[in-house]
């Protein structure tokens, strides 16, 4: 029996299958559309999007991208999220990039690695390329 202003779904969970989850479908097989997980803040009975995670179709058969997003600004109810963070189709992960290239893309920001021991970090170029300017701080 859920409180007031709660959503209690139950069901068998089967997670890397078909079967036993909540589905949210899009309207069409668009390209760069999808459906959505919005999270509203309404006041004065507007709903103000702050953030969302989203599926975006990158392809054919159901093939994308899982996006999450944030509002980064103030405005009104018509200002939508920012991307912050994109899981794509081939698992590549990218921090403030739309379009990661690697496994771990990070744009415009400082990685800061915490090791969980004291074996140290590589960091590995491609043969023969100098892995260039590393902006990097380790902490213990």
Sequence with gaps: NPESNHLLIRGA???GTKSGHIMLTGDGATTNEGPQIVFSESGSGANWVGGAIGFRRTGGNGVGDLVFGVRTVSGDANTTP????RITSAGKVGIN???PSKKLDVMDGTVVVHPSSKT????NG???QDVGVVNAVFRK
């Design 82 to 85: 920012t991307e912050a963070l």
């Design 120 to 123: 140290g970090i590589a960091l």
């Design 13 to 15: 969970s089967t997670v």
């Design 126 to 128: 491609i043969a023969g």
């Design 97 to 99: 990039s739309t379009s």
